[in-house]
């Protein structure tokens, strides 16, 4: 960050701007850095508390914003033009989460549906299809696993 005394360049609306940033974070902006108070409608979280709930279920803003370009997900805005984030859109970030878990790519994820992003119903199933697939798959992997002879067990035969 160049200090404003250090600053050489035509003093643009973006430069002020910048300068202004740097006061409120030092706390230099009429001796007070408190952001103006938030209103919070029923059922959107706050800015801090969408924050907190994205890092529980381990999204970063930044990945959330991926997506939504990448069109993941559509994301409601406050008429401040502010991503909403509600309990609707916490549970579809799980469900894409789980499916990424399971192997699957985005693009992938994305052409599970033909006009927009998926909706939560289509990832519902789609993640109930996988966790099936895992169930009659594992019980193959456990047995092939408990068919093959260990090393120890052949030592100790020879």
């Known amino acids: 960050m160049i200090a404003r005394e250090?600053?050489?360049?035509?003093?643009?609306?973006?430069?002020q701007a910048m300068f202004e940033?740097?006061?409120?974070?030092?706390g230099?902006?009429?001796?007070?850095?408190?952001?103006?108070?938030?209103?919070?409608?029923?059922?959107?979280?706050?800015?801090?508390?969408?924050?907190?709930?994205?890092?529980?279920?381990?999204?970063?803003r930044a990945r959330l914003r991926q997506w939504e370009e990448f069109g993941v997900i559509e994301l409601r805005r406050s008429p401040g033009r502010h991503r909403i984030v509600d309990g609707r859109v916490l549970d579809h970030l799980?469900?894409?989460?789980?499916?990424r878990t399971a192997g699957y790519s985005l693009r992938d994820i994305t052409y599970l549906s033909l006009d927009g992003p998926p909706t939560v119903e289509?990832?519902?199933?789609?993640?109930?299809?996988?966790?099936?697939?895992r169930a009659l798959t594992l019980p193959l992997r456990l047995g092939a696993s408990a068919l093959r002879?260990?090393?120890e067990s052949l030592a100790a035969a020879a």
Do not use: N
Request: glycine share 8%.
């Open 6 to 15: 250090d600053y050489r360049g035509p003093l643009t609306k973006a430069a």
């Open 21 to 26: 940033r740097a006061d409120r974070r030092m």
């Open 28 to 60: 230099l902006a009429g001796g007070v850095c408190a952001s103006p108070p938030r209103r919070v409608r029923r059922g959107v979280l706050s800015h801090s508390a969408a924050e907190r709930a994205l890092a529980e279920i381990g999204l970063s």
């Open 94 to 99: 799980r469900l894409i989460l789980a499916l």
């Open 122 to 133: 289509i990832l519902r199933r789609r993640v109930a299809q996988v966790e099936a697939e």
């Open 149 to 151: 002879p260990r090393r």
